[in-house]
């Protein structure tokens, strides 16, 4: 079983296999705590401040990984690295963004960070097949509604949980994202639960793709 946990923005924490991943922390977010994790694994999708604040979460003994192309083995677990872009015409206008993915608990996670163009087929093949994925459906600095259907549907995981969107207390330069009911006002088979987090197992993954709505605030 693996537990996950929505700390707010783009950033969560898993828990499973001894080990506890967190990505993309965030540090002074308006309307959001920091989050406070003790992690064995952080890995940040690149470098700005809303997502790389591993000072937050990390120990003594943390493994960091930021803006990660390729594959290495951290603690026992193998990580892959997909570079892809910030922005959506793919110049590095806003800087490289990494798509992070593993499994833990025989489940396949795929985080997608700030990405913010939709997927060539290259990048699909190189993601390849996904049970859980957290996806930013915000727009502004990443991908939007629109395009995060078309993420989804070419991935086309189990599990999709959208991440980076507009919450109520979020303000400054946040208020221009998005909510997520823009994302999910078209969708089918959509669960909104009460709290920040979900326990995932392999054996009770959806057979369709299921959006699930966690709630951190």
Not at 126 to 131: P, T
Not at 200 to 210: A, C, G, Q, R
């Given at each position: 079983m693996v537990e996950v946990i929505w700390h707010g923005h783009s950033c969560f924490e898993l828990r499973g296999n001894g080990l506890t991943i967190v990505h993309d922390?965030?540090?002074?977010v308006p309307g959001i705590p920091d989050p406070?994790?003790?992690a064995d694994i952080i890995l940040c999708s690149?470098?700005?401040w809303d997502h790389n604040n591993a000072d937050a979460v990390k120990k003594e003994d943390s493994e960091i990984l930021e803006e990660f192309a390729g594959t290495k083995n951290l603690k026992r677990l193998e990580i892959r690295g997909i570079g892809t872009f910030h922005d959506e015409k793919r110049k590095g206008s806003r800087g490289k963004n990494s798509v992070y993915v593993y499994q833990l608990e025989s489940v396949t996670f795929c985080h997608l960070g700030d990405l913010g163009h939709d997927l060539n087929d290259e990048e699909v093949s190189?993601?390849?097949?996904?049970?859980v994925l957290f996806i930013p459906v915000g727009g502004f600095f990443t991908i939007g509604p629109d395009v995060a259907?078309?993420?989804?549907?070419?991935?086309?995981p189990r599990i999709n949980i959208p991440m980076h969107y507009r919450a109520p207390m979020m303000?400054?330069?946040?208020?221009?994202?998005?909510?997520?009911d823009d994302f999910i006002k078209d969708k089918e088979n959509i669960q909104q639960l009460d709290g920040p987090s979900i326990q995932?197992?392999?054996?009770?993954?959806?057979?369709?793709?299921?959006h699930i709505l966690l709630k951190f605030w």
């Open positions: 922390p965030f540090g002074s406070k994790a003790e690149h470098s700005h190189a993601i390849g097949q996904v049970d259907t078309s993420v989804v549907v070419k991935l086309n303000g400054g330069m946040f208020s221009s994202l998005k909510p997520v995932i197992t392999k054996d009770t993954l959806p057979e369709v793709t299921t």
